[in-house]
C-alpha cells in the first residue's frame, strides 16, 4: 500500500467511525467533536488525516465547523427523517393509462436556466471527462477506418470481455458471448422483452416504477400487473409468488438494486428467493441493473443474476449513469434466451457505434472505471445527505423522504391535499424540473409524491430552488 493509499484509508476509517457515532446516537446534533490535535494524538494519526475526515463529513453536511469554536454535530442521517408510506394496493391485470402524463413530463424543454431536478443522470462535473475524452482519441487513432465501419452484431469482442470481469464483483463469471452490447439498457430491456413476449401479454413490474418501463411496454402493447414495493426492501418474494400463481405471466421486469424512484433494495436472500420462484415457474425475470454500482456502503449488492443458475434471469445494465450517458452503451446477459435477444438486437439496430464502443473499451482497460466509481459514490452520498436536509428545512413539516443507499433520486412523500402534476406545472412555471409521482404507476396511489434527482453537486442555485420548491408547495 502506498503512502498515498494509506492516507486515504486511514481518514475514510476515521469519517466512517464518526459517522457511525452520528447515526446511532452515541453523537448527538450540537455535540462538539475532539479538536483536530486531540483526534490525531488519540488516534496516533498525523493532523492532515484528521482535517481530511472532518472535511469530509462536513462535505456531507453531518459536522460544521463553528469559527474559534471547533467542530459540531450538525445533521443525524435517518433519525431525523420519515421514509415515505408503503402504498399497498390490490394486484390486478391493467391497461398502461399513465401516457399523457408522461408525455407531458418528457417533452417539456428544460433549458439550462431551469433547476433540473427531474432527470436522473450524473452531472458532467462528476464525470472523469478529460479521461474520456483520452479514450476517445485513442479509440480513434488505433481503429484503421476511425471507426466508420460497422462493428460486431453481438458487440465489440473487448468491450464483452472487460464487461464479463464487472460481474466478479457480484459473484459471477461470463463469457464474452454471453453478453450482448445494446444503445443503453433501455434497449437492452426492449430487446429482451420482445425475445419472450407478444402483444397482449402480461409483465409484473414493481409499483412505482421508472417511467420509462411504461413507455416501452404501452408501446409493445402489454398488459401490466403491479406489485406495490416496500420503501426500504422493494416487492416481497411472497407477493410475487401470489402473482404468478393466480394470473397468466410471460415476464417480471424489476430494478432490484436502488430502485428507481422509491430507492430500495431488495435484500440478497430475497433476490434468490424471487430467481427460485421466477426458475419454478419458468417466467424469465428481466432484471434493470443499471444502480447497482452506486451503493453508498461498503459492498455492492448482489444481483438477481447471481443466484440465476438456469438462465431464466436477463441481466440488463449500462454504463449511461455512471459514466457516459451520451455515449447510449448498454448490454445485456440473455441467459438461456441468447440467440433470441441477439436476433431483436440486430433486426432493432444491426450494430451499437463502433467508435464509443471502443472508447469504452480502452478506458475500461486503462483500469479507470473503478477509481472513478468509488470517487462517484462518495459524491453521491454527500449530495443525498445535503438535499435531504435541504428538504427537511424548506419543505413542509410532515414531509416525508426515502432514505436511499444507493443511487441518486429521491422519493417524496407530500400531505394528502398535494396534485403532484399540479405541482409540477407550478414548479416549472418558477424554472424547477421535479418528476410527479402520477408518472410512476398505472393507479392514483401517488398523487401526491415526487421524485427529486440529486445527480447534480449542491449549489446555491439548488439550495435556492429547492427554498422555493417549499414555498410553492406550502401554497398549493
Not at 432527470?119 to 476517445?136: D, G, N, Q, Y
Not at 449511461?320 to 446477459?333: D, H
Request: glycine share 6%; net charge negative.
Amino acid at each position: 500500500m502506498s503512502a498515498g493509499d494509506e492516507e486515504l484509508f486511514l481518514y475514510e476509517n476515521i469519517a466512517r467511525t464518526i459517522e457511525d457515532s452520528i447515526a446511532n446516537g452515541t453523537l448527538k446534533v450540537g455535540d462538539k467533536l475532539d479538536s483536530v490535535r486531540m483526534l490525531s494524538q488519540k488516534m496516533d494519526v498525523s493532523m492532515s488525516t484528521v482535517y481530511n475526515a472532518y472535511y469530509e463529513l462536513e462535505g456531507k453536511g453531518l459536522i460544521e465547523s463553528r469559527p474559534r469554536s471547533g467542530y459540531y454535530v450538525r445533521f443525524v442521517p435517518d433519525k431525523e427523517l420519515s421514509a415515505p408510506s408503503f402504498t399497498d394496493h390490490k394486484v390486478d391485470v391493467t391497461e398502461i393509462t399513465n401516457r399523457e402524463f408522461i408525455d407531458e413530463v418528457i417533452q417539456q424543454p428544460v433549458t439550462e436556466e431551469y433547476l433540473e431536478l427531474s432527470t436522473a443522470v450524473p452531472a458532467p462535473e462528476l464525470l472523469p471527462l478529460k479521461k474520456i475524452k483520452r479514450s476517445i482519441q485513442a479509440a480513434y487513432r488505433s481503429d484503421p477506418t476511425n471507426g466508420i465501419r460497422y462493428e460486431h452484431h453481438r458487440g465489440n469482442p473487448g468491450l464483452r470481455r472487460l464487461i464479463s470481469k464487472l460481474a466478479l464483483s457480484w459473484e459471477r463469471t461470463f463469457h464474452e458471448d454471453d453478453i450482448v452490447i445494446t444503445a443503453g439498457c433501455m434497449e437492452a430491456l426492449s430487446v429482451s422483452l420482445r425475445a419472450v413476449t407478444k402483444p397482449g401479454d402480461t409483465v409484473v413490474i414493481e409499483s412505482p416504477t421508472y417511467y420509462g418501463i411504461f413507455q416501452l411496454l404501452a408501446s409493445m402493447d402489454l398488459n401490466v400487473l403491479e406489485i406495490p414495493a416496500r420503501p426500504g426492501a422493494g416487492i416481497s418474494p411472497e407477493r410475487l409468488e401470489e402473482a404468478l400463481q393466480q394470473n397468466q405471466v410471460q415476464a417480471v421486469v424489476l430494478i432490484p438494486s436502488f430502485n428507481n424512484p422509491l430507492g430500495s433494495c431488495i435484500p440478497d436472500e430475497a433476490k434468490r428467493q424471487i430467481v427460485e420462484i421466477i426458475t419454478k415457474h419458468q417466467v424469465p425475470l428481466i432484471e434493470d441493473d443499471i444502480y447497482g454500482e452506486m451503493f453508498y456502503g461498503e459492498h455492492r449488492p448482489n444481483t438477481c443474476k447471481t443466484y440465476d443458475k438456469e438462465g431464466w434471469v436477463i441481466y440488463c445494465s449500462s454504463f449511461s449513469k455512471t459514466l457516459a450517458p451520451g455515449f447510449r452503451i448498454g448490454w445485456c446477459i440473455p441467459g438461456r434466451f441468447n440467440k433470441e435477444v441477439y436476433y431483436q438486437k440486430y433486426i432493432n439496430s444491426l450494430a451499437s457505434p463502433t467508435l464509443t464502443q471502443r472508447a469504452m473499451a480502452h478506458f475500461l482497460e486503462k483500469g479507470r472505471y473503478d477509481l472513478h466509481l468509488k470517487r462517484l459514490r462518495k459524491e453521491l452520498h454527500i449530495q443525498c445527505l445535503k438535499y435531504s436536509q435541504a428538504i427537511k428545512e424548506y419543505f413542509p413539516e410532515g414531509t416525508r423522504i426515502s432514505q436511499p443507499k444507493g443511487g441518486f433520486v429521491l422519493w417524496i412523500e407530500l400531505s394528502e391535499r398535494i396534485n403532484a402534476i399540479e405541482l409540477y406545472r407550478a414548479a416549472f412555471e418558477e424554472k424547477i424540473s421535479i418528476a410527479p409521482g402520477q408518472i410512476f404507476s398505472t393507479g392514483d396511489q401517488f398523487q401526491n409524491y415526487i421524485r427529486i434527482s440529486f445527480g447534480r453537486p449542491y449549489s446555491g442555485k439548488t439550495d435556492q430552488g429547492l427554498k422555493k420548491l417549499g414555498d410553492i408547495i406550502e401554497n398549493q
